[in-house]
Each structure stands twice: as structure tokens, then as C-alpha cells.
């Protein structure tokens, strides 16, 4: 039987994590047809006799290797049927009819591609990367100066977060977060899966950055929500290499979308900054003991 909805979830040395998603998700979504995937990367924890024993309903893969989050990703889009794919991660928390409310967002809104939720902080306050627009050489280095905090209400300063839109109003984005991400199956035979040329990171800028030039919709809804731990999800077991490809992933976004549009000079000045910084972000995670991979999120 065809679904409304599937869900898509990788994971990778989470158990914990994974056990709190799939709970909320089965206890807060009701109103629809929906089925789960979850497309395990060779994990050396409980991960998958835990989703066996207690989620016999769940489609599990498992991959004889750590695929990456973007190669496990498509697998699962490509095996699942439903008429909305929910990219979701594992470290995620589902709150009340939270999926029902995207859903019924994407029926009534005939022109969306896809919709993300108000994804949360574990302490409430939101993570304002579920409503970007697309980083251009000029919002990007205004985000890494911290400008968008100076001056939220900015469209130049806060572009890339777009803090200057009111976050508890449904609006038109550039991009989502892919903590949360839902795309029309629609959209995706009409322009694909996830570029597997990233990894792990930069995926769901570079699938939404498709979608709108496809000419579809991207909506940020408020009135759905989830609460995202963020890097609890197994991007903290290894760290190093996924610093890494966090940063490559800015390399592979801006030498697809943007380096046609500018001279050779500025390009290798950006790739430059870029690497500088992932130097950088290396050299302070070995030195202190807790491990980032991204921005750092509030805890409870």
C-alpha cells in the first residue's frame, strides 16, 4: 500500500538517539499513512537489534559500511513509495502532529517542493538554520563574523538566517534545515535525489538550491515542530573527519552554484578562507574536549 509519507532516518552509532526519535515519531503522528526507513551505516553500537526488537514495523537497511548520511539518505528515498519523503535525523524528537501539520501544508500548497518544520533547540529556542537563505560569498562571511547577532532585523546582515523573518509566521525560503525536510515525490523525479558529491554536510542547501531552481516553493512552517539535539546524531564519533567534510561541503556548494559567476582570483580566495578556517575549527576541537561539528546547540 502506497503511504502518504515516509520517513527517512540514517543513523550511525545513536542508539540512544534513535530509540527517543522513533518513539515520538509513533506517538505523535496519528492522522496519516506514514512508514519508516532507517538506513544503518555499519554500526558498532546496539543500533540495530534495539530497532529489530523494538520497531518490528521499521524498513531496515543495513549498510555493510559507513556510507556517509547523503549515499544511506538516497537509499532510503530510492527504496521507500510514499508521496512526501521526510528526511529526518536521528537525533530529533517529533513533537505533537507535528508531520501531519507538514503534510497538510504540502497538500493545500500545490506549488510547494517541500517544507520544513521549526526545528528546536533541547532548551526551546530555535535553530535558525531551519529557514536560510542561500549563502553567497557576501552572506556567508557576514554569518562568520557574527554580524546576523548584531543586527537580526538586517536583510544584508541576517540574510544567510534569515533572522529578520518573524519565526512563528509561515514564510517562503530559500533553503531548510535537513534535520527535517520535506520534498514532493514529485520534485524528486523531476530533479533528483541528494548529489552525492557531498558527504554529509551541505546537502540540504545544495537539494533545496535545485528545487527553487525547478521552480518550486520552499516553506518554512512554524506550527510544525521538533526539537534537534544537533551532532548527537553520530557526527561526534568521529569528529576530524567530519569537520572535515563540513567544511569540503562549503567548497563543493559554492565550485557548483557560484564559481561559473565569478573571476578565477576571488574563487581561490574563498576556497582559501574556506580551508583556513577548517585548519582552524580542527586545531580548537583537538584542544578542547567536547567536539563540534558546526554551530554549537543549546542544551536543556
Not at 37 to 50: G, I
Not at 176 to 195: A, F, K, T
Not at 217 to 239: E, F, T, W
Request: overall charge positive; hydrophobic content about 40%; some cysteine.
Amino acid at each position: 500500500m502506497k503511504r502518504k509519507l515516509s520517513i527517512i532516518i540514517v543513523n550511525y552509532n545513536a542508539e540512544k538517539f534513535l530509540l527517543e526519535c522513533l518513539d515520538s515519531i509513533y506517538a505523535q503522528t496519528k492522522q496519516i499513512s506514514f512508514d519508516v526507513w532507517v538506513v544503518d551505516n555499519n554500526s558498532m553500537d546496539t543500533s540495530v537489534p534495539m530497532v529489530q526488537q523494538n520497531f518490528p514495523q521499521v524498513n531496515l537497511i543495513e549498510n555493510k559500511e559507513n556510507a556517509g548520511f547523503i549515499k544511506a539518505n538516497n537509499k532510503g528515498i530510492l527504496a521507500s513509495k510514499g508521496t512526501y519523503v521526510l528526511s529526518l535525523n536521528n537525533d530529533t524528537v517529533v513533537l505533537p502532529g507535528a508531520l501531519e501539520k507538514l503534510v497538510d501544508f504540502m497538500d493545500r500548497h500545490p506549488d510547494a517542493g517541500a517544507c520544513g518544520a521549526k526545528v528546536l533547540n533541547a532548551d526551546g529556542s530555535i535553530q535558525h538554520q531551519c529557514k536560510r537563505g542561500f549563502p553567497t560569498p557576501s552572506s556567508a562571511l557576514f554569518y562568520f563574523l557574527g554580524l546576523h547577532k548584531l543586527f537580526p532585523r538586517s536583510k544584508v546582515f541576517g540574510h544567510y538566517l534569515m533572522t529578520y523573518l518573524d519565526a512563528d509566521k509561515t514564510s517562503e525560503v530559500d533553503s531548510l534545515s535537513g534535520s527535517c525536510l520535506m520534498v514532493r515525490r514529485r520534485v524528486i523525479e523531476d530533479i533528483g535525489i541528494m548529489d552525492e558529491d557531498y558527504i554529509m554536510y551541505g546537502d540540504d542547501l545544495d537539494w533545496c538550491y535545485r528545487i527553487k531552481k525547478a521552480g518550486w516553493k520552499i516553506y518554512y512552517v512554524p506550527d510544525a515542530q521538533i526539537i534537534h539535539y544537533g551532532g548527537m546524531g553520530g557526527s561526534r564519533v568521529l569528529p576530524y573527519r567530519n569537520i572535515w567534510e563540513f567544511h569540503r561541503s562549503m567548497i563543493t556548494f559554492y565550485k557548483k552554484h557560484y564559481a561559473n559567476n565569478h573571476t578565477a582570483l576571488l574563487n581561490w580566495g574563498i576556497y582559501g578562507m574556506i580551508f583556513a578556517k577548517g585548519i582552524v575549527n580542527l586545531v580548537v576541537n583537538f584542544l578542547r574536549k567536547e567536539k563540534i561539528v558546526g554551530s554549537r546547540k543549546p542544551q536543556a
